[in-house]
């Protein structure tokens, strides 16, 4: 049996009501990987007295979390938008295999690129993948909803989507937790069921034909009792909205008639189509794609969209009016703001500098120190994804003249070559180019860019105990790199790039780790370190 839920009245995230409803919901496990803006959900589980870890990435993270939830625990895996990418491959099968206990897979969207490299939405994920999902407006909705997702998938046995945006994660308004108790969680035991968890094609056939079923049945749930609420207004607009959106629809246009549903896949259309009868005018405003439009206009809606200019960066009070008002001059340009830099002293800016100096072709990857890109280094030349640095520069390699090809260097991060850059110094030893090449690891003891966590390479856990280590020259050693070079740029900057220029003139694969602690975090892992040896001696 959960424990009982306490009534309560908070201010909170939207991340610190998940969880919040995480624990009062009993839920057992927690993992994921760190990215903006959902990291706070589980550094907030864990300071509650939950379980929760970091993953070396987020497809290594909802697989443990599918573990979890085929013994009956209930899980939360969590993760920043583009990290759904990288776990999508086991996502689209656990629609398939469905669940045992709960398992609740939080997407944390960017809309506007706060920190992030796009801004896909990630409702197109819910609906290829056949996964049900929610979309809260605020923190309270954030708490409510993580137990509405918790109840259907139990009830379904399917995984679920708690789909959250920047504005959401980190804005902070009341929550109000009610006095009952949570759902109460089934024993945590295996139980054999083979045609339901093993996707060969012949289980994997009538597995499809399940989940589509179930999703009807999901469908009617939405329409009869799902977490829909309708404002009525006036007849003459009548707004189709969700998620942080909604806020601001209610502040642009007190007087309009609103269609809110918490649940959007499968959203419910019935209730949808009786509303849009019910004004002269029905439009959709949400953030990023057309996701509720065309989901309302493939089952005969008649909705409007907003402009295209508006598919772009976050809605704001005054653009929903705009929307509204049909005004399609050109927007303000936002004010100009501090650009970001490198911290002062960081250990980065040696390397960077020594890039710059020896002209490289810098392909580079997602972290703190993607910031080399700007003045005065400018020493980065590509950036896609985490861990394609070591992989498009391997391209590059291959492909450039000769001369060119050996200017060609990998940067990539601690924590994002523990995420993805494994693979791809497989590749690298596995299809070495003819002039080599060089992979430079700045390590610097964190994950800094997201708030200085945790990862395989720190040899600490989420919660800073000591835990086994991934030491990076032994891996690539290995792995069968025989110019391993681990240095502190920041002793001898001179001898750092003169070691980098060796290795470029080598023409071998070389490996370079930049090992020094980010400025940061120091004091906080000499202190980690302290308190692990005391409690070892």
Not at 287 to 300: F, K, S, T
């Amino acid at each position: 049996m959960a424990p009982s839920v306490a009534s309560r009245r908070q201010i909170l995230s939207g991340d610190e009501a998940v969880a919040l409803a995480a624990h009062d919901a009993g839920v057992q496990f927690g993992t994921g990987y760190p990215g903006t803006p959902s990291t706070e959900i589980l550094e907030s589980f864990e300071a509650l007295g939950g379980h929760a870890q970091w993953a070396p990435n987020e497809k290594v993270a909802l697989e443990v979390g599918i573990g979890a939830s085929f013994a009956g625990a209930r899980a939360l895996v969590t993760m920043k938008h583009v990290g759904l990418n990288v776990a999508a491959d086991p996502l689209f099968t656990v629609a398939y295999t469905g669940v045992r206990g709960a398992l609740v897979i939080v997407s944390a969207d960017d809309p506007g690129l706060a920190s992030s490299q796009n801004e896909q939405d990630n409702r197109r994920f819910a609906v290829a993948a056949g996964v049900p999902m929610f979309e809260p407006a605020d923190s309270q909705e954030s708490y409510d909803f993580t137990l509405r997702a918790i109840e259907v998938s139990e009830r379904w046995s399917t995984p679920v989507l708690l789909r959250m945006t920047t504005r959401v994660c980190h804005s902070k308004t009341i929550v109000r937790t009610p006095g009952y108790p949570a759902p109460p969680a089934a024993p945590v035991e295996f139980v054999r069921d083979i045609p339901s968890h093993v996707m060969i094609p012949a289980y994997a056939r009538p597995a499809h034909r399940r989940l589509r079923a179930k999703l009807a049945e999901m469908a009617k749930w939405n329409d009869a009792e799902g977490p829909t609420v309708v404002f009525e207004g006036g007849t003459d607009i009548g707004i189709v909205t969700s998620g942080i959106a909604f806020q601001h629809v209610r502040e642009a246009c007190p007087g309009a008639s609103v269609f809110k549903p918490g649940m959007t896949y499968p959203l419910p259309l019935v209730r949808m189509l009786e509303f849009a009868d019910s004004v002269h005018l029905c439009l959709a405003i949400e953030e990023g794609d057309p996701y509720l439009v065309e989901q309302a206009r493939n089952a005969g809606i008649a909705i409007e969209d907003k402009p295209e200019a508006f598919r772009f960066g976050e809605l704001t009070v005054s653009r929903v009016r705009r929307i509204v008002e049909g005004d399609l001059s050109p927007e303000p340009k936002p004010l100009p703001g501090k650009p970001p830099s490198l911290c002062p002293g960081c250990p980065h800016r040696t390397v960077f500098t020594a890039l710059r100096h020896l002209d490289c072709i810098v392909s580079g990857d997602i972290g703190c120190y993607s910031l080399g890109v700007l003045p005065p280094f400018e020493a980065m030349d590509a950036l896609v994804c985490m861990g394609a640095s070591i992989g498009v520069g391997l391209g590059m390699r291959h492909v450039l003249p000769p001369e060119q090809a050996r200017r060609v260097v990998s940067v990539i991060g601690d924590s994002t070559f523990v995420h993805s850059g494994l693979t791809g110094l497989a590749e690298m030893i596995y299809n070495p180019p003819p002039t080599g090449h060089v992979l430079l690891i700045l390590d610097n003891g964190t994950t800094a860019m997201t708030g200085m966590q945790e990862h395989p390479g720190t040899g600490r856990t989420l919660d800073h105990h000591k835990t086994g280590k991934l030491v990076f020259e032994d891996v690539a050693r290995a792995m069968g790199i025989r110019r391993v070079h681990v240095m502190d740029p920041t002793l001898n900057p001179d001898a750092f790039e003169e070691l980098v220029k060796s290795c470029l003139d080598s023409g071998e694969l070389c490996l370079v780790i930049a090992r020094r602690d980010c400025l940061l975090a120091t004091a906080s892992i000499r202190q980690y370190e302290k308190c692990n040896e005391q409690q070892s001696n």
